[in-house]
C-alpha cells in the first residue's frame, strides 16, 4: 500500500527526532576533545568516475524529487551500510553511485510513485594503499582523498583550502622514500575495477625526473596496490637525480668511524649528501685526521664490498653518499683497530659470510 505524503512526513519525523538526540549525546562527547574553533570550508562537489566504488567513509548526498524527507547528507559507516527511511541499513560499501541510486529507487517503488533518485558523493574517504618492493617502509599507507582541504595562509595571511591529490608520488613518499636500487621506470600499480577484475598499471617515474617535467604522476584510488621492482645491473638511472628527487628518504643512515672524525658513529643526512657532508654530521674531522687517507665503503647491488679512496684534503669531494655506506676517517700515521672497523660494517658485510678480508679494505699504507 502506498503512503501519502502525511504518513511519511509523520513517520520521517520521528526518526529525525530520535536521530537528533542520539548525534546530541555523540556531539556532547566530541566536544570535549576540541580545542580550538578551526574555520569551515566548504568544499565543491567533486564527482567520482563512473566505476568507483563506494566504501566506509565516503560522504553521499542523496535527493528524492519532490520528497524532502528523503534528501540529506549521509556517511557510508564501518561496516559498509547506509542508514535510510523505510528500507533500513543498505549495503552501500562495493557498490557505484549509480548501482545505489537504482537500489534506492528499488526500494523506494513499494512506498511512493515513481520515485525519482539521484545519489552523488560529496567527500571521498581517505585512500589506502598497500606499497611494496624498493621502499623503505613498505606496507599499507593512508593518503588524503580528492576532495580533502588543508588550510594554509597566504602571502596576505588570508586562510584558504588547498586540495590534496592522492598521487603514486605521495605515496612513495609516505612509504620512506624509494631504495637506490629501484627502478622507478616501471612502478606496477594493481587496482581493482568495479567488475570483479583488476587491472596492471605501469608508471615510468624516471621520464619525469630526467626531463624535469611533471610526468606520469598516477591518481590512486582507496585499494591500489603498488610494487616498485628492483633495477637491474646496468639500468640507466642516474643515482644523484633520483636521490634529489621528490620521492627519495628525506634522510638515509650512514656509519662515520675512525680516530680522526669527532664523533663515530651513525648519522642520518640527506640522500645527495657528499662524504664531506657525512663526515660534518659526525662532528667534523679532528686534528689529527688523515683526510688524504679517508675510505667510502659499500655494498654493491651484486653483493660485492667496494671501497673507494677519497681525498679530502681540500674538505671537499664529489661522491655521493648511499644508505648503509660506511666512512673510515683514519688517524694519521695510525691504522684504526681492527675490531672497532668490524663492528662498524657487521650489518653490510654479513651476507659474506665471514670470507671478506678487511685487511685488504682498509689497507691505507698504500704506495704513495
Given at each position: ?19 537528533s538526540c542520539l548525534w546530541g549525546l555523540e556531539a556532547a562527547n566530541a566536544q570535549q576533545s576540541i580545542e580550538f574553533n578551526a574555520p569551515t570550508i566548504e568544499l565543491p562537489t567533486s564527482p567520482a568516475p563512473g566505476n ?306 678487511i685487511l685488504d679494505v682498509f689497507n691505507i699504507f698504500n704506495d704513495d
Amino acid at each position: 500500500m502506498k503512503l501519502d505524503r502525511l504518513s511519511i512526513a509523520l513517520i520521517s519525523l520521528s526518526a529525525a527526532l530520535a536521530h537528533s538526540c542520539l548525534w546530541g549525546l555523540e556531539a556532547a562527547n566530541a566536544q570535549q576533545s576540541i580545542e580550538f574553533n578551526a574555520p569551515t570550508i566548504e568544499l565543491p562537489t567533486s564527482p567520482a568516475p563512473g566505476n568507483y566504488i563506494l566504501g566506509a567513509g565516503d560522504q553521499i548526498a542523496i535527493e528524492v524529487f519532490g520528497y524532502e524527507e528523503f534528501t540529506g547528507s549521509r556517511v557510508v559507516l564501518p561496516d559498509g551500510t547506509m542508514p535510510f527511511p523505510f528500507l533500513g541499513s543498505i549495503q552501500a560499501s562495493g557498490k557505484t553511485v549509480d548501482n545505489l541510486s537504482e537500489e534506492i529507487t528499488q526500494g523506494l517503488n513499494a512506498y511512493l510513485v515513481n520515485p525519482v533518485v539521484n545519489v552523488s558523493l560529496t567527500a571521498l574517504r581517505p585512500v589506502v594503499v598497500d606499497v611494496a618492493g624498493e621502499v623503505y617502509r613498505p606496507g599499507p599507507v593512508q593518503l588524503s582523498s580528492l576532495t580533502s582541504a588543508e588550510t594554509q595562509l597566504d602571502v596576505n595571511a588570508r586562510i584558504t583550502a588547498a586540495t590534496t591529490t592522492p598521487t603514486l608520488s605521495s605515496a612513495l613518499v609516505a612509504a620512506g622514500g624509494i631504495r637506490r636500487t629501484a627502478d622507478i621506470r616501471s612502478v606496477i600499480v594493481r587496482r581493482q575495477l568495479s567488475n570483479g577484475q583488476s587491472q596492471d598499471l605501469s608508471v615510468n617515474l624516471w621520464d619525469a625526473i630526467s626531463s624535469g617535467g611533471q610526468g606520469n604522476n598516477l591518481v590512486l584510488r582507496d585499494g591500489d596496490s603498488i610494487y616498485v621492482p628492483k633495477a637491474q645491473p646496468g639500468a640507466e638511472i642516474d643515482p644523484s637525480l633520483v636521490a634529489s628527487s621528490s620521492i627519495a628518504p628525506d634522510n638515509v643512515r650512514v656509519r662515520v668511524i675512525g680516530d680522526g672524525v669527532v664523533q663515530p658513529g651513525e648519522v642520518q643526512i640527506q640522500p645527495n649528501s657528499s662524504v664531506a657532508g657525512a663526515i660534518a654530521a659526525a662532528g667534523g674531522p679532528n686534528s689529527d685526521a688523515a683526510l688524504g687517507e679517508v675510505r667510502l665503503v659499500r655494498l654493491s647491488e651484486t653483493g660485492q664490498v667496494e671501497e673507494q679512496r677519497v681525498d679530502l684534503s681540500s674538505l671537499v669531494d664529489n661522491y655521493q653518499v648511499q644508505d648503509g655506506d660506511v666512512i673510515l676517517v683514519p688517524k694519521k700515521g695510525y691504522l684504526v683497530g681492527i675490531d672497532t672497523i668490524n663492528r662498524a660494517l657487521t650489518p653490510i658485510l654479513a651476507p659474506l659470510g665471514g670470507i671478506f678480508n678487511i685487511l685488504d679494505v682498509f689497507n691505507i699504507f698504500n704506495d704513495d
